[in-house]
């Protein structure tokens, strides 16, 4: 399988060709395009064969590059008389750590005593990710934090959302909360932090 571009970027329209060659009537022929193990449709990007003048069968597939093509396989399977091949085929899409927001808080203005949630959206990355909440240096319980499931954003790669949601009690005042986000295949560790201010005293970032 070959893939025009080779190298494709993100958000990019991709072209995979298959040639199919040998000793038979290309009328005998079936072939199929595969995203994983899920058979595509011409309305997804699979285009109608074509038997070349040499007699083989030429077929292709168009799609967009999303972070959801990352680390996933492409093939193209070729049925002949109960028999069937199968080509598989990795874009070569790079890695892209995530971008961080800053803390968002509500209410604006947390209160001792009562609930509050600090969210942290995350965006531009490929898969994987992971995110630990701090108070100071103790982590949060997981049943603590609620994280989105990822979808694609404009820039064809992933984004979500993490939040935080806490009692906050008077000692927590000028504690300093922390979101840490690991991006696994880069390594890249990056993190926001917020100062806790409570009793009628403004919250803020932290820089």
Known sequence: ITSDPRDPHYGQ???LRCQVTGDCDPRDVAVKWLKGEKPLEKGEGAE???????GSVSCSLQITATALDYGRSYSCTVTH???TL??????????????LSAITVRPERPVSGKEAVFTV?????TPDIREKWYKDFSTFPRDAVTTSDPEIGQDFLFTRSTSLRFIPQGSDHEALLRCEVTHTSTKKFQEQKYKLLLSGRISGPVL
């Not at 199968?86 to 971008?99: E, I, M, V």
């Not at 959206?121 to 990355?125: A, D, N, Q, V």
Request: a positive charge; glycine letters at 6%; proline letters at 6%.
């Open 86 to 99: 199968r080509k598989n085929h990795y874009l070569q899409l790079p890695d892209k750590a995530p971008t």
């Open 81 to 83: 008389k109960g028999r």
């Open 48 to 54: 109608k064969r074509i038997t070349e003048k040499d």
């Open 121 to 125: 959206t995350i965006s531009g990355f």
């Open 13 to 15: 329209s991709v072209t």
